[in-house]
């Protein structure tokens, strides 16, 4: 079964403006990653969290971490309109990764 | 940086045609590769982990005789879809985890389309 839900489902915003996305999970985690997927195209890992850790930062990404809730975001900052695509959070089971239902994120010129 | 390839990106044949999709790592050694299936709109559902030079673990629900794995070397990785029916189109994606490093993000191929007729 689907281990995370993330929401929104779906995100519309202009170029410029700052986007979230949230995710959040059912069991104990060592870390948690975010992916991203073009539109008909494979996964590319963005960032991984530790359980240890609260934030992590890579580029315009921000990613942070509620052990305590079982959530995590995902914030890009000045997006732009090539960050237009499907963003999964992922959690690792028994040497698995669980994806979490999706984002699909659309950032217009 | 680690590359997948996986070939062909896409595929359209006749009902009761099987299929087999290959799934390469080009720089590294994959002792695991992962298969999953992805319906348009929807997040990835695992089918089945590949292990090499031994049978693949598959996912509860998942017919290992309809998708059949087959891991003969630590950069290939092929899933055949047998007897491929209209139910059975989907875009399918695979990934490889760099021997070694189980912890480390796994890298993923771009995909094979299959579009059953």
């Known amino acids: 079964s689907q281990q995370g839900e993330e929401d929104p489902q779906a995100l519309s915003i202009q170029e410029g403006e700052n986007a979230t996305m949230n995710c959040s999970y059912k069991?104990?985690?060592?870390?948690l990653q975010w992916y991203r997927q073009n539109s008909g195209r494979g996964l590319v890992h963005l960032i991984l969290?530790?359980?240890?850790?609260r934030e992590k930062h890579s580029g315009r990404l921000r990613v942070t971490l509620d052990t305590s809730k079982k959530s995590s975001s995902l914030l890009i900052t000045a997006s732009r309109a090539a960050d237009t695509a499907s963003y999964f959070c992922?959690?690792?089971?028994?040497?698995?990764?669980?994806f979490g239902q999706g984002t699909e994120l659309s950032v217009k010129p | 940086g680690a590359v997948v390839s996986q070939h062909p990106s896409r595929v359209i044949c006749k009902s009761g045609t099987s299929v087999k999709i290959e799934c390469r790592s080009l720089d590294f050694q994959a002792t695991t590769m992962f298969w999953y299936r992805q319906f348009p709109k929807k997040s990835l559902m695992l089918m089945a982990t590949?292990?090499?030079?031994?049978?693949?673990?598959?996912e509860q629900g998942v017919e290992k005789d309809k998708f059949l794995i087959n891991h003969a070397s630590l950069t290939l990785s092929t899933l055949t879809v047998t007897s491929a029916h209209p139910e059975d189109s989907s875009f399918y994606i695979c990934?490889?985890?760099?021997?070694?490093?189980?912890?480390?993000?796994?890298?993923f191929g771009d995909g094979t389309r299959l579009s059953i007729l």
């Open positions: 969290i530790r359980s240890n850790e």
């Open positions: 990934s490889a985890l760099p021997r070694g490093l189980s912890n480390q993000p796994q890298h």
């Open positions: 069991t104990s985690i060592n870390n």
């Open positions: 590949s292990n090499e030079g031994s049978k693949a673990t598959y």
């Open positions: 992922a959690t690792t089971q028994g040497g698995k990764l669980i």
